[in-house]
């Protein structure tokens, strides 16, 4: 049985969040504000495809793709870049690679004790978010 992403998240820790903001650079306001929130998730997933809403009380943020098909992805109310994302699976887990003018930018979304785990990276920073299932 296929590992099933679908669901409504919510965030339990969010750690170096600060660090991968300045790698986009996120102004210093915009981080202050951003660093307080705790986003939910909202996943659906139909097969291979996805749809990502990331949803917070100061902005949102969604992204639609099919597992190995590459799409052209503005980071609208992040930091407003364009990207060539693919997003592959290795194993059970989800890997993007965020292709454009930040280097080594991606991230990777797993599932371990019915916790959703989320790495973002970009340079050489690393931020790790963890959800939760909403109850
Ligand atoms: C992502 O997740 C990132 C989704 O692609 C957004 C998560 C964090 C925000 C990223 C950078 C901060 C940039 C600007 C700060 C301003 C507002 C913060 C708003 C936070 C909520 C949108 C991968 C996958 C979905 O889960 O694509």
Same mark, same amino acid.
């Given at each position: 049985?296929?590992?099933?992403?679908s669901? =409504?998240?919510?965030?339990l820790?969010?750690?170096?969040f *600060?660090?991968?903001?300045?790698? @986009?650079?996120?102004d210093?306001?915009?981080r $202050?504000?951003?660093?307080?929130?705790? =986003?939910q $998730?909202? @996943?659906r997933?139909d097969g291979?495809?996805? =749809?990502?809403?990331?949803?917070? =009380?100061?902005?949102?943020?969604?992204?639609?793709?099919k @597992?190995?098909? *590459?799409?052209d992805?503005?980071?609208? &109310?992040?930091?407003?870049?364009?990207?060539?994302?693919?997003?592959?699976?290795?194993g059970?887990k989800?890997v993007?690679v965020?292709?454009?003018? $930040?280097?080594?930018? &991606?991230?990777?979304?797993?599932? *371990?004790?019915d916790?959703?785990?989320?790495?973002?990276?970009?340079?050489?920073?690393?931020?790790?978010?963890?959800? *939760?299932?909403?109850?």
């Open positions: 049985m296929p590992v099933d992403y669901g =409504t998240w919510n965030m820790s969010n750690d170096n *600060e660090g991968y903001m300045v790698a @986009i650079n996120i210093f306001a915009t $202050k504000i951003a660093g307080l929130l705790k =986003t $998730k909202v @996943i997933q291979d495809s996805f =749809t990502m809403k990331t949803l917070s =009380t100061f902005r949102n943020y969604s992204s639609s793709f @597992i190995g098909v *590459e799409f992805e503005v980071t609208q &109310g992040l930091d407003n870049r364009k990207c060539k994302s693919v997003v592959n699976w290795v059970d989800m993007c965020q292709k454009g003018e $930040k280097g080594n930018r &991606g991230w990777t979304h797993w599932i *371990e004790d916790q959703l785990y989320l790495d973002l990276y970009c340079e050489d920073q690393v931020c790790q978010q963890i959800y *939760e299932r909403k109850p």
